[in-house]
């Protein structure tokens, strides 16, 4: 039987963080760097944040892998350019911003490589401007073989049925509009699988196609309801995780879990032995991702 979930995550200590110019444009929950700040500080939070969150995984007894990034990537903390599966395969894919494609490093690579193969390379995509970052652009059903994935500059219609295709995964394909009026970059923003539950904002999908996603994320699925005020405090960001002992966990930051109400609370509560939270406030600020974006998932 497949599973939704690991005990396994893989994260990356950054070698340097601070906002990244190249992705600013795309990422409606980024902010510019701090002119009173300097990047080094903003590092010294970001490492705090880092560290603590590894901790509350790992004390839970959920297996944490860690590496180091690399001077040349201000997004390295975010390791959304691959995905394993439970085959002991995995795929790389394709980055918009140039500084991001650096992030697949060699060191990285081979490490992946110990234990899995590398059955789909979609770099080459990124001379065609065709992008799709992995599991941030499409939210994966692995039980039920389903990809949910909106449309944005990082990912490409194109690319995101083609993949599916080869891979042989039913795509629900749709469109988003953020809090700023354009389509919201990624999907992992705003929606996550676990088990037995789905959480989403509907809100920010097109009227047009909230009646097809419903449906489908219903069929297999409780659906858990974040509303649209929620998702600037990313509370769509959030990844379900096992320990060794298939007890299941919500990984989210403190801000995220903050906006639930009791009622959202009581209701996860259904699902999860517990919510695990930590904060993240200075790599939401300026790097614009949260919990879910900062982890890989290792099968």
Known sequence: MKNQSTNHLFMIEPEVFFSNEQTLESNHYQHENDKTMHVDDIKKKALIEFHALKKQIEQNGISVTSMKGISECPDH??????????????????????????????????????????S????EFESKDQFLEATSSMVIDRVNKIVYASTSPRTNADLTTKWCQDNHFEL??????????????????????GQKVIGICFDVILPKYR??????????????EISEEQILDFCGNSLEARNNENELFLIMSSRAFEALNNVQKDQLSKYYKKIIHSDLTTIER?????????????F
Request: proline fraction near 1%.
């Open 211 to 224: 009646d097809i996603v419903r449906s489908k994320v219903s069929k297999h699925h409780d659906v858990f």
């Open 120 to 123: 789909c390379d979609l770099t």
């Open 77 to 118: 903390i975010f390791p959304n350019w691959f995905i394993t599966f439970e085959d002991k395969t995995f795929h790389l894919f394709s980055m918009k911003a140039k500084n991001r494609r650096l992030e697949k490093t060699k060191n990285m690579v081979d490490f992946l490589l110990q234990d899995y193969d590398l």
């Open 172 to 193: 629900v394909l749709f469109e988003t509009i953020s809090h700023k009026g354009d389509s919201i970059y990624h999907t992992d923003v705003f929606m996550y699988v």
């Open 286 to 298: 300026y790097g614009g991702g949260s919990a879910r974006c900062m982890l890989n998932e290792l």
